[in-house]
């Protein structure tokens, strides 16, 4: 079973748009979660992260809100810009895994920034 | 520069052939990872080492083994590679407690033919 899913194969926005990138869990153990952005030919590279016990996380143009009772985060990156165009990745991990630092990840959102 | 180095960047293996894919990290972290990606499936882990010594199975480790040779390398060894093998492999290190997130190597990309 996917614990963590990212049900949007793909994104276009034009430039200088909101982009919204989703994520749900199913599992409500998890405490951190993390989003990677991902170029081709390139390992994943972390982005931002949000603890459990906040909502809300800003960084400069990136934004990241969870909503616990629904299981969901997303990632809002505002305006958008064309070298966002990537694979963003969700990731998450859980109190278990605190020796090993263990994530899980989604399936991974292809987002197109058009100028 | 600090980082995650994977090699090597790129093998065509015929089925039934078997190699060693090698990873690296100078951070000095105590964990390391490896994943595979795949279309439409995300970064699945193959295997994960908490700590020198100690490795431990992921979701997908079936027709994988791998080698935690000291803090600094990790490596994954398949030993008679099938098609369905055919992915780009990804390793990642971290600090005990995951917070700002893995480093990741830049990628293998393996064909099995």
């Known amino acids: 079973d996917q614990q963590v899913k990212q049900n949007s194969p793909s994104l276009s926005v034009q430039e200088g748009r909101i982009s919204i990138l989703n994520c749900d869990y199913t599992n409500s153990m998890f405490d951190y979660f993390l989003w990677y952005k991902k170029y081709p030919a390139e390992g994943p590279t972390f982005l931002i992260s949000i603890s459990s016990i906040k909502d809300k996380n800003e960084d400069g143009r990136f934004t990241v809100f969870l909503n616990k009772s629904a299981k969901h985060l997303s990632l809002h990156i505002v305006p958008s810009q064309p070298g966002d165009s990537a694979v963003y990745f969700c990731?998450?991990?859980?109190?278990?895994?605190?020796?090993?630092?263990?994530?899980?990840f989604g399936q991974g959102t292809t987002l197109q920034v058009k100028p | 520069n600090a980082g995650v180095t994977q090699t090597p960047k790129f093998q065509v293996l015929k089925t039934g052939q078997s190699m060693t894919l090698q990873c690296a990290q100078d951070m000095n972290h105590n964990s390391m990872y490896w994943y595979r990606q795949d279309p439409g499936m995300g970064l699945r882990l193959i295997y994960y080492?908490?700590?020198?010594?100690?490795?431990d199975k992921g979701e997908v480790p079936n027709g994988y083994n791998v080698s935690r040779l000291n803090k600094r390398e990790f490596s994954l060894r398949l030993e008679s590679a099938a098609p369905s093998q055919t992915s780009v492999y990804f390793c990642a290190s971290s600090p005990p407690r995951e917070v700002y997130g893995y480093t990741f190597g830049s990628g293998t990309r393996l064909t099995v033919v």
């Open positions: 990731a998450a991990s859980a109190p278990w895994s605190s020796n090993t630092g263990k994530l899980i």
């Open positions: 080492s908490a700590s020198e010594g100690t490795t």
